[in-house]
DNA sequence: CTGAAAGCGCTTACAG
DNA sequence: CTGAAAGCGCTTACAG
């Protein structure tokens, strides 16, 4: 910039205010400072305008895995509202590690992002007050914050758990299998509360054998469902807590002879070509990105009220498998 | 940082020293420097750092959508390959409009990200000279890039499709019908040639009603692919061009009676469990990403060769909707 | 309409 | 083992 202002025999605040197009400069001047940053190539170093301005205009997100088809488009849609808002988006993925959440979310603040967009991996985020009162803006998404209060959006897990699990009742399942996420994460736990009330609701009795908790991997889900669907009583209906569980539960299923209803949490492409087609309690992806995003942009423009918690709703899709009826 | 070496009764430099971690500060010092930090809630501004070091530890990641299952997974594996060189990893969405790919790319660079991955939305790519003249590092993965010359890493899109044509050649088909993208994209051309090449060694004529280029988008996807299933001599099996275009396909399909077969380039979640399974022509989104990155990281070590092309082989995995016989 | 000076928060090169 | 000075490339606040 130095040299521009040399070359134009101009000052440094002229080629300033080319750069940004402010008001206030001659058209003659304008026009030799313009000359001048095309014959050096002069390209503005943010950087520094970001050091002496204190916004980056940047946000982060970190995520548990980008390739999860449930997260992507949830970080597109941020990503778009971050664009209308002139932001860059940063990417990290936690892998659903407590650990690396923190280290990532520690180095984008260090990076001085001008918010943060959280899907937590971890359970206490009270590492994150510093930040905040350093006037980070954040909010969460799919999952509550631990022991510290701040903007939240979520799916209403509890709500559509137990709208599925009600569907399969109400189409003659007594016995239903409940295969879901690790117990610790809210939205499992949730979805398995869900699924208790149903029951209940239906005067029901829910068998402890009938309920599956733990890691997502296939080897896991597969095993489980084996199991659910073996011995002298087996369920007549599975709900599968996640799309991950969902997928390998209709592999399990693709080689059973015996009909087996099942209802999936969350949709996912290709669910209506499958037979048979799968019944889902759908939840929107790229609408919780975006409320979210809203969310943080609403603080980055000074407002200050008491963190919001946003509930969406979810959906019930019948397909077919939710809808076959009990079969032993 | 200031008021942290005033309170600690320490130079700057001390501080420096001991926020990263280097040599020479007595324990005791070092003992009063961390009090201080953690008494005053100091965090490191990364922005100053960047504008001193030259070099920010980042890197974009251009692409045309986050949300395609195909390119989450090549994001993730770049993101894996930037965390173990301690680099973070900034994604922008092209929306395949090659202005925004411009602006966005431009954008990062003002950021002055250390190097660049671009999937190309447009095909000159000479605005970025000078951006390589300053030093920016750039591969671009996928798509080759246009009137520059640069590291680039692909799949082999040519003898990807003309296997798989060859593939359905040999199960009996002679009037196959092609559904690829718009021919403006290398990767569409490429795979247009490979089938067309495949039809000519087996000494088959293309008619050239039976070749359907254009947006991916179901509407004329669908459109196009009735039409090559209609009229006196329609074709008895499909190629398609990529994951989208065989989304689309198989939805088609599902409604018809006759059986048609089918090969898609690009594998897809799920393929297997439909019916029939679908064959495909499999490329490895994760690899792209991984190797686009080492030959990033390679040149930020200061790797000085001529630029390299990589061509990734692709895999044909026959599953059942390939190898159905011609039926009319 | 234009510019000189100070400063954003660090690191570098040097001296002690 | 420790620190003062200069500087990275911009913008801010001010003066003319």
């Known amino acids: 910039m130095k040299d521009v202002a040399a070359r134009a025999g101009v000052g440094l605040k002229t080629v300033s205010r080319v750069v940004n197009g402010e008001e206030g400069v001659s058209a003659d001047t304008e026009h030799r400072v313009r000359e001048a940053i095309t014959a050096l190539g002069f390209r503005r170093n943010d950087s520094a305008r970001t050091l002496r301005k204190g916004r980056t205009a940047s946000i982060g997100l970190v995520l548990e895995d980008l390739a999860d088809p449930f997260y992507a488009p949830l970080s597109r849609a941020v990503e778009e509202v971050a664009r209308a808002h002139g932001a860059l988006l940063i990417n990290g993925s936690s892998a659903e590690d407590p650990d690396r959440e923190r280290e990532l979310v520690l180095a984008l603040c260090a990076r001085r992002v001008d918010g943060l967009i959280i899907i937590p991996a971890g359970d206490d985020h009270r590492y994150l007050t510093p930040e905040i009162e350093a006037g980070v803006a954040i909010s969460f998404v799919d999952r509550a914050p631990g022991l510290i209060d701040a903007d939240v959006v979520l799916s209403d897990s509890f709500e559509g758990a137990r709208e599925g699990t009600a569907h399969l009742i109400a189409h003659g399942h007594r016995r239903i299998g409940f295969v879901g996420d690790q117990p610790q994460i809210q939205t499992a736990a ?41 011995g002298p009583e087996p369920v007549t209906a599975l709900f599968a807590g996640n799309n991950r569980v969902t997928v390998t539960v209709v592999r399990v299923l693709a080689a059973q002879t015996r009909g087996v209803a099942l209802v999936g949490f969350d949709d996912f492409e290709l669910a209506d070509l499958l037979s048979p087609p799968v019944t889902v309690v759908a939840q929107d992806p790229a609408q919780l990105g975006r409320s979210a995003a809203e969310l943080l942009f609403r603080r980055l423009e000074g407002v200050d009220d008491p963190p919001r918690q946003l509930a969406l709703p979810t959906r019930l899709i019948a397909r077919g498998s939710g809808e076959l009826p009990p079969e032993v």
Chains 1, 2 share one sequence.
């Open 190 to 230: 949730e979805r398995l509360r869900g699924y208790r009330t149903a029951m209940a609701e239906a005067g029901l009795p829910v068998d402890g054998s009938w309920v599956s908790l733990g890691p997502t991997n296939p080897e896991r889900v597969r095993a489980e469902t084996v199991r659910l669907l073996s």
